[in-house]
């Protein structure tokens, strides 16, 4: 499944600091991806539909769709987002990144060895400066710089990665048993028990095959 289903969330309003013409405009509200990961850096691998595929159905398709995703995860506010917009940047390195930490994410959770070539490649994209951030009352908002974003949105990324990957929670990383789903995701269920990204998703349909294997005509 693509997982582009739409969203029940209302459009987020840009903050009133903008011109009136922007003032008006909000975030359009397709969802990009469903948010089941319990982690920024794992929902940011499930940005690919059946990723275990050899050609995943791709998710970013642009770098309006990048960003749309960043502001659905609130990593950037809707100002961000419009600011981004008039600097469009190609999604390679981003593209780059997200598969990295996804081959270690699989790694981690038990298909597959963690390579240092990847590593490398967190280690690189994290070391760039951090964002200013944006106060909203008490509360910080990540204000990348217009000529910077992907670099800084990607510097943000490996590095909630890298923190994961290096903390004892990491064992709790799991991968969707769901045929090529392998979307990844925190298990923080007792006994590290779960099985599926979403019972109603691929836990449903293994549930459908299972009743059919069951009762199937001999
Ligand atoms: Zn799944």
Not at 143 to 155: F, L, T, V, Y
Request: net charge positive; with cysteine.
């Amino acid at each position: 499944m693509s997982k582009t289903a739409k969203s029940k969330t209302a459009a987020t309003p840009l903050q009133p600091t903008r011109s009136r013409a922007i003032r008006k405009a909000l975030v359009p509200r397709e969802l990009i991806a469903h948010q089941i990961a319990g982690h920024l850096a794992l929902d940011f691998c499930n940005t690919a539909g059946e990723h275990l595929r050899a050609r995943p159905d791709e998710l970013l398709r642009d770098w309006e769709s990048f960003l749309r995703w960043a502001t659905q995860v609130g990593l950037i506010g809707p100002p961000s987002y419009f600011e981004l917009m008039r600097h469009p940047e190609p999604l390679d390195e981003i593209i780059l990144l997200r598969e990295a930490i996804y081959r270690i994410g699989l790694a981690v959770a038990g298909a597959g060895r963690t390579s240092r070539a990847d590593l490398d490649i967190l280690r690189r994209c994290a070391n760039v400066p951090r964002p200013e951030i944006e106060l909203n009352g008490n509360a910080g908002q990540w204000r990348p710089a217009p000529s910077h974003g992907s670099k800084q949105i990607g510097g943000l990324l490996a590095a909630e990665a890298l923190s994961l990957f290096c903390s004892p929670r990491a064992a709790r990383i799991g991968v969707c048993e769901g045929g090529n789903c392998g979307w990844l995701f925190l298990d923080e269920s007792r006994g590290k028990k779960r099985r599926w990204c979403d019972m109603n998703d691929c836990g449903s349909r293994a549930k459908a095959r299972r009743y059919y294997e069951k009762h199937k005509p001999s």
